[in-house]
């Protein structure tokens, strides 16, 4: 099948999530994207996750889960054989992807406005902690130093708890997902005008822009958002309940799911109770509301109450942990976890998350991710180097090529530069 991306090259000079989760998407959607990672070590996501084997082999869980179906080219841009194979790179490409804090690519002699008069045609993406510009641009950043500063961790947990990180890196995921959308939309007006466009991704300003309905109630409401824990604060009941067998999330935000909840638990009589006849106030009265419910669920167990509810309308669901929503047939019937093919290199297979959407045809399983500098002997001898080109560019250390197999057998074979 031909993908919506197909014929397109990134170079993703990014590291550890944000930025390699956007160069994931964009590959799974068709693009070429060749990662451009320092020799000594590379991405800091290779050295990362629960298996120290793997970690080891600079492969670690961690850069697994977002840089399948990439290749890897190892330059070090800071010595002038590295720059020039780049600049070589870089007219060959239609986007490039960074996550340094800003002004490095300036010292390095490669920002935007030199790239972009040596490619007119590039769409440069740099997601960054706080933007290129403003007061907070130079500060180091981590994502759990966005979420703090957001507001994210103020309104997470409850009054006991908060503040409170999200379970995963909420911040560099939603920056990702953004770059990957301003790209596919710069690429649209670059196959039009023939001209690129210089995109600068926030990974503070992603993140507020996700919480819009929180925001938005404190600049034109005035109100100040409150941790509420698992309760929804636009509407009640709606929350996590204790059952007989453990917590549910119910969600009757509407009236007549709130009068098929008080049917399905025998309690017609809280439609009658002014502290919740109507939907402000229920919400003023939430906790009376709530110890109500909780009554009746304690009659049965979880699954069962999320069967009748959703037989009712009634949104429900268990809260799961990860392994269980994994072995869930909603999640194997739809190929969400992909086994990638096992590669010349002996690795146990992997398994992967496919991007969370399908198109009309199935997505193509990736290959694994690359080891270092699999890629760059094919893209050096690509770009017009010479055997003995490429062994004075290794003996300055300019470039860095893996040990493993050749890779040329595996790779697409694209048209020479």
């Known amino acids: 099948m031909t993908l919506p991306l197909t014929g397109i090259r990134v170079l993703d000079l990014s590291n550890v999530l944000a930025g390699p989760f956007c160069g994931y998407n964009l590959s799974r959607m068709g693009a070429e994207v060749i990662k451009v990672e320092n020799p000594n070590g590379g991405d800091l996501a290779r050295r990362l996750g629960a298996d120290p084997a793997m970690a080891a082999k600079l492969l670690g869980l961690s850069f697994v889960a977002v840089n399948a179906g990439k290749q890897s080219i190892a330059l070090d841009l800071k010595t002038p054989g590295g720059k020039e194979v780049f600049l070589r790179l870089v007219l060959e490409a239609d986007v490039l992807l960074e996550n340094f804090r800003p002004g490095v690519m300036e010292r390095l002699g490669l920002g935007y406005g030199v790239l972009s008069q040596h490619n007119p045609r590039l769409v440069y993406c740099a997601i960054s902690g706080f933007g290129q510009g403003g007061p907070w641009a130079g500060r180091p950043a981590y994502d759990q130093i966005v979420q703090g500063l957001s507001g994210a961790m103020s309104i997470t947990g409850d009054t006991a708890s908060a503040p409170l990180r999200t379970g995963f890196p909420l911040s560099d995921t939603i920056a ?242």
């Not at 309760?231 to 917590?247: L, M, R, W």
């Not at 709130?258 to 025998?266: M, N, P, S, Y």
């Not at 959703?310 to 929503?325: H, K, R, T, W």
């Open 176 to 417: 990702g997902m953004t770059a990957a959308f301003a790209i596919s939309a710069a690429l649209v007006e670059q196959r039009s005008s023939g001209q690129g466009r210089f995109i600068d991704v926030s990974l503070l300003e992603s993140t507020l822009a996700a919480m819009g309905w929180v925001v938005s109630n404190h600049l034109n409401a005035g109100v100040d958002p409150q941790p509420l824990g698992n309760e929804n604060f636009t509407a009640a009941p709606s929350g996590t309940f204790q059952t007989s067998s453990g917590p549910l999330n119910i969600s009757a935000n509407e009236q007549k799911q709130f009068v098929a909840l008080c049917g399905l638990i025998e309690r017609p009589d809280l439609l009658e109770d002014p502290r919740f006849s109507e939907r402000e106030a229920r919400k003023a009265h939430r906790e009376a509301l709530n110890c109500e419910i909780t009554l009746a669920l304690a009659a049965r167990p979880a699954r069962e109450w999320e069967a009748s509810m959703n037989a009712a309308g009634i949104p429900a669901g268990c809260v799961l942990s990860v392994g269980e929503i994994l072995a869930e047939e909603q999640i194997i019937g739809r190929s969400f976890v992909e086994t990638l093919p096992q590669g010349p290199d002996g690795h146990k297979a992997l398994r992967i998350t496919r991007p969370g959407f399908l198109l009309s045809e199935d997505l193509p399983v990736p290959p694994p991710p690359p080891e270092l500098g699999a890629d760059t002997r094919i893209w050096l001898e690509r770009l017009g180097y010479g055997q003995d080109d490429i062994e004075i560019l290794t003996a300055k250390a300019a470039v860095g090529i893996a040990d493993g197999p050749d890779r040329a057998s595996q790779s697409k074979q694209w048209p020479n530069p």
